[in-house]
């Protein structure tokens, strides 16, 4: 059922107008479209290379995916290289987990059967990092066919893990404009919604998940009412409410609207700790270290009590945009040497827990060691408040730095001494070491390397979205805010980005000397120029009716 998507796409990349106007040209002469920003050969050599790395690392060589990238991914250059690199190391390991089946295209998570899995060696965790990142490739029928898979009969094993599946699906449609695809999808949104409700929901609202099930076993905080189901749930809400109200479903709209009402109270009035001042996982009262869920559901519930630990997962509501703007002081804890700082990513527990990283012999663990599953949720929380809240603890600078460790994480040191670009599970925040890799190799595990190219997290998402600045939207506004820090890169373009129909061009030249474009920011449409500014920072423009025309309107830069 392996491997490549055949995909046959016409015509060549869109690119910029090499143009340096403040507004859209107006005449036809000017309108004439000019030669692509990026030439996609100039990255081949990234391809060639990590296929000679795949060999060097698991004795096997790779595939040749070239034919694929040139026919559907977006194109990055920046002077960190390193980003650059790993930008496409991610693509390269994207793609070899795209499954054909009878039932259409679906992503998997791992290279190995793993026996948890289903339909087409399927794992339900990580489905909304797999349909972010499958959102920016050009031929959408990927991205929508995983999603249509997920709400189907044949996803027999979508509630083994808690994942906001509705908020996913809707995702895609917020990057390609196709809503018919999602609300076409609503009744099995709502099916879904509702066995979570007849199965984890407690009589005091909120929904109970044991850790193992929320992809995060050997947790500190173990089972309870945790912020990921919770969460989950708001956002799969809301995402319901919306597409209700695009359909003219006025009462299911509603009604979606108050349970995300309700479950966004519930999580700040009884997850919120005012005592550590962040979101925690909520037990019942238990003299040992197993908290276990309640026998009955009805009023008269045992008391409950915070787990008294922060974890990553606290900043999981930011995800959904469900704080209160005075709960951003939360966020002092990323960078604090006694909360989640890490060399190679945030630990995901808090250090100062006297549990942190304790003994276990489990070989998933998720008790301080670095998941890129996490990493990739706080980088989208954090982006999201950057966006959308004024705060004092937090920075533009903080999310780059977070990004950039984020990076480094994506190594391995091959016996040799060659150290080569990696995707894999586990990580110690501080050394860099594939933790679960190694554990699974000193046992001599039949799935030793099952860890190869884990398809658990994402990357190309959080660096469109965030780094970059480009906010997915349901209208033909394009809001564009790069939480890139002015002067930390000198250039970055982003060249044959589909959204809505049409074909984006980011380019920031910070002297105007490497793209020979004019300094400053550009934001294009199917290759005409739609808005600029003369420095990094944030850019709006209309998208046009139809393709290949000029951008409706385009507002001044927004400071």
């Known amino acids: 059922m392996k491997r490549f998507l055949s995909i046959v796409v016409c015509g060549c990349l869109m690119g910029a107008a090499a143009l340096q106007a403040q507004a859209p040209p107006k005449t036809a002469a000017h309108a004439a479209k000019a030669a692509p920003v990026l030439a996609p050969e100039d990255f081949h050599h990234y391809f060639t290379t990590f ?6 690392a698991t004795g096997k060589p790779g595939a040749d995916s070239w034919q694929w990238m040139a026919a559907n991914i977006p194109w990055f250059e920046s002077s960190n290289k390193e980003f650059e690199e790993i930008y496409y190391f991610r693509w390269y390991s994207f793609q070899k987990h795209i499954v054909h089946t009878d039932a259409g295209d679906v992503i998997d998570e791992f290279l190995f059967k793993v026996k948890w899995a289903g339909y ?13 990142e499958a959102r920016w490739t050009r031929d959408k029928t990927l991205a929508e066919s995983d999603a249509r898979f997920w709400l189907s009969p044949l996803a027999t094993h979508n509630h083994d893990f808690s994942l906001a599946l509705s908020d996913a699906a809707r995702s895609v449609t917020l990057a390609n404009g196709d809503t018919q695809f999602a609300v076409d999808l609503l009744p099995r949104m709502v099916d879904y919604y509702k066995t979570w409700e007849k199965a984890n929901q407690d009589s005091n609202g909120l ?25 989950y749930m708001y956002g ?62 009805d009023k008269h519930l045992p008391p409950m009590t915070f787990a008294d630990v922060r974890e990553a997962i606290g900043f999981i509501p930011w995800y959904f945009d469900i704080p209160a703007p005075e709960h951003a002081v939360a966020w002092k804890q990323l960078y604090d040497p006694q909360g989640f700082a890490g060399a190679f990513g945030p630990s995901t527990a808090e250090r100062r827990s ?33 966006n959308d809240q004024k705060q004092d603890y937090v920075s533009n600078q903080d999310y780059l730095n977070l990004f950039s460790a984020y990076v480094r994480s994506h190594r391995l040191r091959l ?34 390397g099952r860890g190869a190219y884990y398809d658990h997290s994402g990357f190309i998402d959080p660096l469109i979205t965030g780094l970059i600045g480009l906010r997915p939207r349901d209208d033909n506004r394009i809001i564009l805010n ?26 920031y030249d910070k002297a105007g000397q490497h793209y020979h474009r004019g300094a400053g920011l550009r934001l294009l449409i ?8 003369p420095e990094l920072g944030p850019l709006q423009a209309d998208l046009p009716a139809t393709p290949g025309h000029r951008a409706l309107a385009t507002t001044k830069a927004q400071r």
């Not at 296929?51 to 060097?56: A, P, R, T």
């Not at 597409?243 to 479950?263: P, V, W």
């Not at 586990?426 to 046992?443: A, C, F, H, I, Q």
């Not at 373009?493 to 061009?505: K, Q, S």
């Open 482 to 507: 790069p939480l890139l820090p002015p002067g930390a890169w000198d250039y970055f373009a982003l060249d044959g980005l589909p959204y809505h129909g049409h074909i984006l061009t980011i380019v």
């Open 120 to 132: 087409g060696n399927t794992v339900a965790v990580a489905v909304p990092h797999q349909l972010r």
């Open 354 to 386: 006297p549990r942190f990283l304790y003994a276990n012999a489990d070989q998933c663990q998720w008790n301080g060691y670095m998941w890129g599953f996490t990493t990739t949720q706080t980088l989208v929380g954090l982006a999201n408040l950057l």
């Open 51 to 56: 296929i000679h790395q795949e060999e060097e």
């Open 207 to 231: 929904f109970w998940s044991i850790d193992t099930r929320d992809g995060m076993e050997v947790s500190i905080s173990g089972d309870g009412y945790r912020p990921t189901l919770n969460s």
């Open 526 to 533: 199917d290759g005409r120029l739609a808005a600029s500014r």
């Open 415 to 448: 016996p040799n001494g060659d150290t080569i670009p990696w995707l894999d599970e586990s990580m110690d925040p501080n050394t860099g070491e594939w933790v679960t890799r190694r554990l699974l190799k000193e046992r001599n595990s039949p799935l030793a």
């Open 236 to 297: 799969d809400a809301k995402a319901i409410e919306r597409l209700a109200a695009i359909k003219g479903d006025t009462a299911l709209s509603q009604e979606y609207a108050q349970k995300a009402d309700e479950q966004k109270a519930r999580i700040e009035s009884l997850m919120w700790n005012p005592s550590d001042n962040f979101y925690e996982v909520l037990s019942p009262l238990a003299d040992s270290g197993i908290r276990q869920r309640p026998k009955f559901k």
